[in-house]
């Protein structure tokens, strides 16, 4: 039953291969070999009709002379009254040949040391056909074949042709053979003209057997090359399913959780394209659960701190005596740890959200939000006691970014840059026209990246020194990233440890 089933073509591509192919196969095949077999039939029987005309003609050439004397020999001896039962012969024995048709004897003139007899009769054996003579009125006087009438009228449409000194051939059923036989025709000419005609005719089984060889060639060259187009669709059809068949499998290792399974296939073809593509997608899965893990933990941790500072206190309050100005200060510490998740929640809804984004924003100038942001932070940047320069050109319009990701980005990187900048230092956003674009840059004086951290600073929850900043989620710059990149833009970030940092954003025109 199992092996019904591999046969059926709604299941098996290799099936399906084999039988389009076959199909194909048997039709250009099969029209090729009855087309080329019927061409070769008539080439094989033109082939037989022109070398029997040649024939004919050969032997009408031949008997030219002996003809002439023959029918004059004829005509002499029946002028003079001959014996109508005698039949001379150069053999010196005397004998008579009668057709069924009358009692005409046919008398044989002798023609060097032959008579006109022994001389058709080689012709018939050195041709290998029946030679049959007409004279002019188309009446048949002799037959190498005995069983030929004579003395009987023969208007065949080859007769007829060569007495007409045209050609012609038919084909037909012998009577006096019972075959069916190929005949064709030559004038004997005289000096008056035509004298008579030569008939040659042979049965039509040698040219038959002729045929059916031929098509017994075509139909066993055309069953071998069907077999080895079998063959070659089952290799095709093994050489596409075998790795469709490990696809499949490796898809259903990947999907019980074998995320570590990969093809690998060293092909070069559509197949090792679809490979290479199943690869790099089970990388990139794995890669994202990684990422998604990573994320689950790093959120239930920085989850769980506020919500255990939270717990803790509101604990103490009730544990603790009526003291004002401790009551006062838990009260406080509740409140920023409240703060602290409530920024944290809205940093994941707004990573969420930024993520799930699959239209683009509609094009915006984007110049005047930057310089928003820029004065919505001047007071912090004053108060830490830092200075800040501002370059923005007046229209940065056709930028796919809305105003409020716009926002979100530079708020963020500018709070970053106040925020790890001593009092002293400088903070500088330049924006500038760039090759099908805009770049922004964001430069700080402050303490600066490590270069080990450097390649993980837009990862989630990721912070370059976690016992310095308890306030900080690290989904800021990850945030920031997911947006710009959303966007079709990229960021980077440049460092050296202690001389500062600087964060460049390129956007690109619609």
Same mark, same amino acid.
């Given at each position: 039953?199992?092996?019904?089933?591999?046969?059926?073509?709604?299941?098996?591509?290799?099936?399906?291969?084999?039988?389009?192919?076959?199909?194909?196969?048997?039709?250009?095949?099969?029209? /090729?070999?009855?087309?080329?077999?019927?061409?070769?039939?008539?080439?094989?029987?033109?082939?037989?009709?022109?070398?029997?005309?040649? @024939?004919?003609?050969?032997?009408?050439?031949? /008997?030219?002379?002996? %003809?002439?004397?023959?029918?004059?020999?004829?005509?002499?001896?029946? +002028?003079?009254?001959?014996?109508?039962?005698?039949?001379?012969?150069?053999? &010196?024995?005397?004998? !008579?040949?009668?057709?069924?048709?009358?009692?005409?004897?046919?008398?044989?003139?002798? $023609?060097? =040391? @032959?008579?006109?007899?022994?001389?058709?009769?080689?012709?018939?054996?050195?041709?290998?056909?029946?030679?049959?003579?007409?004279?002019?009125? /188309?009446?048949?006087?002799?037959?190498?074949?005995?069983?030929?009438? #004579?003395?009987?009228?023969? *208007?065949?449409?080859?007769? %007829?042709?060569?007495? @007409?000194?045209?050609?012609?051939?038919?084909?037909?059923?012998?009577?006096?053979?019972?075959?069916?036989?190929?005949?064709?025709?030559?004038?004997?000419?005289?000096?008056?003209?035509?004298?008579?005609?030569?008939?040659?005719?042979?049965?039509?089984?040698?040219?038959?057997?002729?045929?059916?060889?031929?098509? /017994?060639?075509?139909?066993?060259?055309? #069953? +071998? #090359?069907?077999?080895?187009?079998?063959?070659?669709?089952?290799?095709?059809?093994?050489?596409?399913? @075998?790795?469709?068949?490990?696809?499949?499998?490796?898809?259903?290792?990947?999907?019980?959780?074998?995320?570590?399974?990969?093809?690998?296939?060293?092909?070069?073809?559509?197949?090792? %394209?679809?490979?290479?593509?199943?690869?790099?997608?089970?990388?990139? $899965?794995?890669?994202?659960?990684?990422?998604?893990?990573?994320?689950?933990?790093?959120?239930?941790?920085?989850?769980?701190?506020?919500?255990?500072?939270?717990?803790?206190?509101?604990?103490?309050?009730?544990?603790?005596?009526?003291?004002?100005?401790?009551?006062?200060?838990?009260?406080?510490?509740?409140?920023?740890?409240?703060?602290?998740?409530?920024?944290?929640?809205?940093?994941?809804?707004?990573? !969420?959200?930024?993520?799930?984004?699959?239209?683009?924003?509609?094009?915006? =100038?984007?110049?005047?939000?930057? *310089?928003?942001?820029?004065?919505?932070?001047?007071?912090?940047?004053?108060?830490?006691?830092?200075?800040?320069?501002? =370059?923005?050109?007046?229209?940065?319009? &056709? $930028?796919?970014?809305?105003?409020?990701?716009?926002?979100? %980005?530079? *708020?963020?990187?500018?709070?970053? +840059?106040?925020?790890?900048?001593?009092?002293?230092?400088?903070?500088?956003?330049?924006?500038?026209? +760039?090759?099908?674009?805009?770049?922004?840059?964001?430069?700080?004086?402050?303490?600066?990246?490590?270069?080990?951290?450097?390649?993980?600073?837009?990862?989630?929850?990721?912070?370059?020194?976690?016992?310095?900043?308890?306030?900080?989620?690290?989904?800021?710059?990850?945030?920031?990233?997911?947006?710009?990149?959303?966007?079709?833009?990229? $960021?980077?970030?440049?460092?050296?440890?202690?001389?500062?940092?600087?964060?460049?954003?390129?956007?690109?025109?619609?």
């Amino acid at each position: 039953m199992n092996a019904l089933r591999r046969l059926d073509p709604r299941r098996s591509l290799t099936v399906r291969i084999i039988f389009i192919n076959l199909t194909l196969i048997l039709l250009a095949l099969g029209s /090729l070999v009855f087309w080329t077999g019927f061409r070769l039939q008539r080439s094989i029987i033109a082939s037989a009709e022109s070398e029997l005309k040649v @024939r004919s003609l050969i032997i009408a050439n031949g /008997l030219r002379e002996p %003809v002439q004397q023959q029918l004059a020999y004829e005509d002499d001896y029946y +002028a003079e009254g001959g014996d109508d039962h005698e039949t001379e012969s150069n053999d &010196g024995e005397d004998g !008579d040949k009668k057709d069924g048709a009358g009692d005409h004897t046919v008398v044989f003139a002798p $023609i060097g =040391d @032959r008579d006109f007899k022994a001389i058709v009769d080689s012709f018939a054996r050195e041709m290998n056909a029946r030679v049959t003579i007409l004279d002019s009125e /188309l009446v048949v006087r002799y037959s190498s074949d005995e069983s030929v009438p #004579l003395h009987l009228p023969d *208007r065949r449409p080859e007769t %007829v042709a060569a007495w @007409r000194q045209d050609e012609s051939h038919d084909i037909r059923f012998d009577e006096a053979s019972g075959e069916d036989r190929l005949f064709v025709a030559a004038p004997i000419l005289g000096n008056e003209g035509v004298n008579g005609v030569v008939q040659l005719s042979v049965p039509m089984k040698d040219i038959q057997k002729r045929v059916g060889a031929m098509w /017994l060639t075509l139909i066993t060259a055309g #069953l +071998a #090359l069907t077999v080895l187009f079998v063959l070659a669709s089952i290799f095709l059809g093994r050489q596409i399913t @075998r790795p469709l068949h490990r696809l499949g499998a490796a898809a259903h290792r990947l999907a019980d959780g074998d995320f570590g399974t990969r093809l690998e296939m060293a092909r070069e073809d559509e197949l090792g %394209v679809l490979a290479a593509a199943f690869d790099h997608m089970a990388e990139e $899965i794995s890669q994202l659960l990684a990422r998604e893990r990573a994320f689950v933990a790093n959120a239930s941790h920085e989850l769980r701190s506020p919500v255990t500072s939270i717990q803790l206190r509101a604990e103490l309050l009730e544990m603790v005596a009526a003291d004002d100005a401790r009551r006062e200060r838990y009260i406080r510490e509740i409140h920023q740890e409240s703060e602290n998740l409530g920024r944290l929640l809205q940093q994941l809804l707004d990573l !969420d959200r930024a993520q799930s984004a699959s239209h683009p924003a509609d094009p915006i =100038d984007i110049a005047p939000c930057l *310089r928003k942001v820029c004065d919505l932070m001047l007071p912090l940047a004053e108060h830490a006691g830092l200075s800040m320069t501002v =370059d923005i050109p007046p229209s940065l319009s &056709g $930028i796919s970014l809305d105003a409020r990701d716009c926002e979100t %980005v530079f *708020r963020n990187l500018l709070d970053n +840059a106040i925020k790890y900048t001593p009092a002293g230092g400088s903070v500088q956003v330049q924006a500038r026209d +760039a090759a099908n674009g805009v770049e922004i840059v964001v430069r700080d004086t402050g303490m600066g990246i490590p270069a080990q951290d450097l390649p993980f600073i837009f990862d989630r929850f990721y912070r370059v020194d976690k016992a310095r900043d308890r306030t900080g989620s690290g989904l800021g710059l990850a945030l920031v990233k997911e947006i710009i990149t959303q966007a079709g833009g990229e $960021i980077r970030a440049e460092s050296d440890e202690g001389q500062g940092a600087m964060v460049i954003v390129r956007l690109l025109r619609s």
